[in-house]
Nanobody
Framework: QVQLVESGGGLVLSGGSLRLACATS????????MAWFRQAPGKEREFVAAISQGGASTKVGDSVKGRFTISRDNTKNTGYLQMNSLKPGDTAVYYC????????????????????WGQGTQVTVSS
């Protein structure tokens, strides 16, 4: 079973920045598309960003486009989400997820496509 651990969440003022990390001991990390999702109380889980196995291709959700950047370092078995210009609406629990499905498939925007999930890390943005 693949295990993922998110870190880097916390409290930040509106307009600030945070960098989340997703670490795994899985030796075949580079075989998976990686994504970030978020979920706020009372809302559905929302797609944030995804990155292809080798990192050459990315996609970002409309609500964070231009502000968030996804990346990965396969030599460290770690993925990242750089979040800039944070808004109160970004407040949520952020989850890292992996799927063997290639990033080009449309369902990689949806949580149901992902096989493995971390425990989540809380991000709170105050105005």
């Amino acid at each position: 079973q693949v295990q993922l651990v998110e870190s880097g969440g916390g409290l930040v003022l509106s307009g600030g920045s945070l960098r989340l990390a997703c670490a795994t001991s899985e030796r075949t990390f580079s075989s998976y598309t990686m994504a970030w999702f978020r979920q706020a109380p009372g809302k559905e889980r929302e797609f944030v960003a995804a990155i292809s196995q080798g990192g050459a291709s990315t996609k970002v959700g409309d609500s964070v486009k231009g502000r968030f950047t996804i990346s990965r370092d396969n030599t460290k078995n770690t993925g990242y989400l750089q979040m800039n210009s944070l808004k109160p609406g970004d407040t949520a629990v952020y989850y890292c997820a992996l799927t063997p499905r290639f990033i080009g498939h449309e369902d990689t925007y949806t949580a149901r496509a992902y096989n493995y999930w971390g425990q989540g890390t809380q991000v709170t943005v105050s105005s």
